[in-house]
């Protein structure tokens, strides 16, 4: 869609069956085409004010997934503990975020160990199980890593906060050319959202998933739209803390949307439950409209994805036969 000179993009997602979207706003940089994330609405700038500083008094939170002990978290807890308390709004969406990572992760290998078993015609498994970490290839997200991620969260809100005082304002036209939010050089820290395979500097492949966090080196992508990133915190088997990576821009961009896009998720978690389970009274908890209406998510999203599931399911069996055949022809 079109609005006010700028050109806006709507990708809908399907997380377990559920169906949803988000709004981007597009822009172009280098010569290729970038996203940024749109909120559907903005809090009044009261209510990001009181999530941007600290609350009157430390809160302490019992998150719901810490007392139920959910498989993912008994999975990634060596690697992922919540905070015993919160000084501010930004410190417990930090830990929002991360959870909310990391469960996204144990899905992912869920679901890709579900096709496996299909593709091979057994059964799935009544329960996942993940590869066992390597315990020298994992080590614990630090308090340290969290306090940087936290004000990155911070800049965020700041923001958001910004966007809320003009959200009624006619936004400006689109420029030709845009540098991507994810190479701001006030923001190097990016918490990985999905799973990327990366080359290291010296040629050799690893694996990043959700939850592992990368600290961008390089302000100026090379002529590969690549940048310099090294890894801070991972886990399992991926690559290994300290690794320098080449990763894609597009790929930070992506990133830094989801970190925005798990941040108004987890302010929505606050205001709507202001005041209750543990949590400080918001003192503003109204909207308003964002650029855009937040469009319905497409109707045949899901059907669309089994069929590609299927044809990506027959393709690995036509090439398992080759292989196969290839192998008895050469006996």
Same mark, same amino acid.
């Given at each position: 869609?079109?609005?006010?000179?700028?050109?806006?993009?709507?990708?809908?997602?399907?997380?377990?069956?559920?169906?949803?979207?988000?709004?981007?706003?597009?822009?172009?940089?280098?010569?290729?085409?970038?996203?940024?994330?749109?909120?559907?609405?903005?809090?009044?700038?009261?209510?990001?004010?009181?999530?941007?500083?600290?609350?009157?008094?430390?809160?302490?939170?019992?998150?719901?997934?810490?007392?139920?002990?959910?498989?993912?978290?008994?999975?990634?807890?060596?690697?992922?503990?919540?905070?015993?308390?919160?000084?501010?709004?930004?410190?417990?969406?930090?830990?929002?975020?991360?959870?909310?990572?990391?469960?996204?992760?144990?899905?992912?290998?869920?679901?890709?160990?579900?096709?496996?078993?299909?593709?091979?015609?057994?059964?799935?498994?009544?329960?996942?199980?993940?590869?066992?970490?390597?315990?020298?290839?994992?080590?614990?997200?630090?308090?340290?890593?969290?306090?940087?991620?936290? %004000?990155?969260?911070?800049?965020?809100?700041? &923001?958001?906060?910004?966007? #809320?005082?003009? !959200?009624? *304002? $006619?936004? @400006?036209?689109?420029?030709?050319?845009?540098?991507?939010?994810?190479?701001?050089?006030?923001?190097?820290?990016?918490?990985?959202?999905?799973?990327?395979?990366?080359?290291?500097?010296?040629?050799?492949?690893?694996?990043?998933?959700?939850?592992?966090?990368?600290?961008?080196?390089?302000?100026?992508?090379?002529?590969?739209?690549?940048?310099?990133?090294?890894?801070?915190?991972?886990?399992?088997?991926?690559?290994?803390?300290?690794?320098?990576?080449?990763?894609?821009?597009?790929?930070?961009?992506?990133?830094?949307?989801?970190?925005?896009?798990?941040?108004?998720?987890?302010?929505?978690?606050?205001?709507?439950?202001?005041?209750?389970?543990?949590?400080?009274?918001?003192?503003?908890?109204?909207?308003?409209?964002? %650029?855009?209406?937040?469009?319905?998510?497409? &109707?045949?999203?899901?059907? #669309?994805?089994? !069929?590609? *599931? $299927?044809? @990506?399911?027959?393709?690995?069996?036509?090439?398992?036969?080759?292989?196969?055949?290839?192998?008895?022809?050469?006996?």
């Amino acid at each position: 869609m079109a609005r006010g000179g700028r050109t806006y993009v709507q990708r809908t997602y399907v997380i377990n069956n559920v169906r949803y979207t988000r709004v981007y706003r597009s822009y172009y940089y280098r010569g290729r085409p970038y996203y940024g994330y749109v909120p559907p609405f903005y809090y009044h700038p009261v209510f990001y004010g009181w999530a941007y500083n600290p609350w009157r008094a430390p809160v302490y939170y019992r998150w719901p997934w810490f007392v139920a002990r959910p498989p993912w978290y008994l999975y990634w807890g060596p690697y992922f503990a919540p905070a015993p308390y919160y000084p501010s709004a930004a410190f417990w969406l930090t830990d929002f975020l991360l959870a909310g990572s990391l469960e996204a992760a144990y899905e992912a290998g869920r679901e890709a160990q579900a096709n496996a078993q299909a593709q091979a015609y057994q059964p799935p498994p009544e329960t996942y199980q993940p590869p066992p970490p390597q315990e020298q290839g994992t080590s614990q997200i630090t308090p340290e890593l969290k306090d940087a991620i936290a %004000e990155e969260v911070r800049a965020q809100l700041a &923001a958001e906060q910004q966007g #809320a005082s003009t !959200a009624a *304002q $006619q936004p @400006a036209a689109s420029s030709a050319e845009a540098t991507p939010a994810a190479l701001d050089p006030a923001q190097r820290l990016f918490v990985v959202s999905s799973n990327l395979t990366l080359s290291s500097v010296d040629g050799q492949d690893c694996e990043l998933t959700p939850g592992d966090i990368i600290n961008r080196l390089d302000d100026s992508p090379d002529n590969n739209n690549q940048v310099r990133v090294s890894v801070s915190s991972s886990k399992g088997n991926d690559c290994r803390v300290g690794s320098t990576l080449l990763a894609q821009v597009s790929d930070l961009q992506d990133m830094h949307n989801h970190l925005r896009e798990q941040m108004d998720s987890g302010l929505k978690t606050l205001a709507d439950n202001s005041g209750k389970g543990g949590l400080p009274a918001a003192p503003d908890t109204g909207t308003t409209a964002g %650029e855009v209406p937040l469009p319905s998510p497409d &109707a045949n999203a899901n059907s #669309a994805l089994q !069929a590609q *599931q $299927q044809e @990506a399911n027959q393709t690995e069996t036509q090439i398992q036969q080759e292989a196969a055949q290839e192998g008895q022809n050469y006996q």
